[in-house]
């Protein structure tokens, strides 16, 4: 059983690779989705994938690559469909 999650990730996360790093490990961890840098410098994310899956996404995500200092990540339920996990423009 699939499960989709919303997250933002809010602290220094932009301009340290954390789409690139993310995205890497959504791969790793066979994850479908997207992430995004938004406007107000938080990074925003929904993965799609198994429970197991899905939840060493959001531990990895407190931590994010080597250059980030995560102040929070929020996780919601949210709902879609997605075949890969992608990289999408900044909104």
């Not at 602290?11 to 107000?40: I, P, S």
């Not at 994938?49 to 949210?78: F, I, K, N, Q």
Request: positive net charge; charged residues 25%.
């Amino acid at each position: 059983m699939a499960v989709t999650k919303h997250l933002v990730i809010t602290g220094r996360v932009q301009g340290v690779g954390f789409r690139f790093y993310m995205q890497r490990k959504a791969r790793e961890l066979g994850l479908t989705g997207w992430v995004r840098n938004c406007r107000d410098g938080s990074v925003e994310a929904v993965v799609q994938g198994s429970a197991s899956a899905a939840e060493a996404m959001m531990a990895w995500a407190r931590r994010g690559p080597p250059s980030a200092v995560v102040a929070e990540l929020r996780v919601t339920d949210a709902s879609g469909d997605y075949g890969a996990f992608e990289t999408r423009p900044t909104e």
